[in-house]
């Protein structure tokens, strides 16, 4: 077992001696510690969480982080219903440096990044505890499709809401929500082909997790939000009480 801890140990120090760790959104060599030295302490620190609430559909300022007046409004009067309760999220996906680090975490397939970019968001999270209620929260991940998950070997949104659950002391589920069907990237649609997109590919398989509860739904980017509300209206339907958002970063 020590010998295994210290094998391991020098194979790392080896690895780093031969590809040093950079920065992934500097770019420079960082010198930390391999799991502490994917964002080096001059990029984390120049990050700028918000701790503002915003309406999930038009972004107005809100002070608790629900549909604005006139959104609920509107959507009162329109077929296309909202699902989403609450959206909270900590930065700008127009941040250059945080959508580094999510591009990096997500397609450039640097697991590790799992860690630094968990604990921005649990310390967004302490700092909202007392205007937003985080207690008897269940937590569910965004699901992948197999066929992506397989690519790319983990669900993203699945390892940060791990750890948010640690931190709050909260429930957590996988076995939930399941993404049947797979779908093309929203970002890539036009309006209109986005609801069409995302129809019947969300499945709720267990509803007696969720019943009566309030899900915090945990994903990295949101964009027009269709994809939120549509895991949103799965879980709605098959009992669930609230469903509150978390993304890293708004679109
Ligand atoms: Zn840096
Ligand atoms: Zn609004």
């Known amino acids: 077992m020590i010998m295994k801890k210290l094998l391991t140990g020098i194979e790392n120090n080896f690895i780093d001696f031969l590809f040093p760790i950079k920065c992934v959104v500097c770019k420079k060599e960082t010198g930390l510690k391999r799991k502490n030295k994917l964002i080096c302490t001059d ?30 409004l509107m959507i009162g009067n329109t077929e296309n219903k909202f699902y989403l309760d609450q959206l909270l999220y900590p930065f700008s996906y127009k941040d250059q440096s945080i959508q580094k680090i999510i591009k990096s975490f997500k397609y450039y397939f640097i697991k590790d990044l799992e860690a630094p970019i968990s604990r921005l968001a649990i310390n967004y999270l302490e700092k909202i505890k007392n205007q937003i209620d985080l207690n008897d929260l269940i937590l569910i991940p965004a699901p992948l499709h197999k066929i992506k998950f397989n690519q790319r070997g983990y669900n993203q949104s699945e390892l940060i809401a791990v750890r948010i659950a640690e931190y709050l002391n909260a429930e957590f589920t996988t076995d939930c929500l399941s993404k049947i069907k797979p779908t093309k990237d929203q970002a890539n649609l036009k309006e209109d082909k986005r609801l069409e997109n995302l129809k019947s590919a969300f499945l709720c398989v267990k509803p007696w997790l969720i019943t009566g509860k309030r899900v915090l739904l945990v994903d990295d980017v949101y964009t027009t939000g269709a994809t939120m509300s549509e895991c949103a209206r799965v879980l709605k339907e098959a009992g669930a009480k609230e469903i509150v958002g978390l993304v890293i970063a708004r679109g």
């Open 43 to 72: 990029c984390l620190v120049n990050l700028s969480p918000s701790f503002n609430f915003y309406c999930p559909i038009c972004e107005a300022r809100t002070i608790d982080a629900k549909l604005c007046f006139s959104c609920n």
